[in-house]
Nanobody, 122 residues
Framework: QVQLVESGGGLVQAGGSLRLSCTTS????????MGWFRQAPGKERERVAA????????NYADSVKGRFTIARDNAKSTVFLQMNSLKPEDTAVYYC???????????????WGQGTQVTVSS
């Protein structure tokens, strides 16, 4: 049974930072792309960041470019999302997900974590 467990969410003031972690039990973790998604109340889920297998390529939503950074530690089967300069509109439940291939454009998501709440106060 594959497991993805997010941590690091919480309440932070606007302008602050949080670092989310997603620890997985995915075998051969390094070869698979990973993504961070978020869903705010009443809104559709959106991908905010993705990283390719082996970490050579990254992709960000326009709304978080320059503020969020995705990274991975393949030795620990973990993916991170560093979030800086947080805004109230970043408030959402954040999920990590794995892709079925090393390319986040060509593959589809297959496993998801349970989510972690991020709340940014103004």
């Amino acid at each position: 049974q594959v497991q993805l467990v997010e941590s690091g969410g919480g309440l932070v003031q606007a302008g602050g930072s949080l670092r989310l972690s997603c620890t997985t039990s995915i075998r051969a973790f390094r070869i698979y792309a990973m993504g961070w998604f978020r869903q705010a109340p009443g809104k559709e889920r959106e991908r905010v960041a993705a990283i390719s297998g082996y970490g050579g390529n990254t992709n960000y939503a326009d709304s978080v470019k320059g503020r969020f950074t995705i990274a991975r530690d393949n030795a620990k089967s973990t993916v991170f999302l560093q979030m800086n300069s947080l805004k109230p509109e970043d408030t959402a439940v954040y999920y990590c997900a794995s892709y079925s291939s090393g390319n986040y454009y060509a593959g589809s998501t297959n496993y998801w974590g349970q989510g972690t709440q991020v709340t940014v106060s103004s």
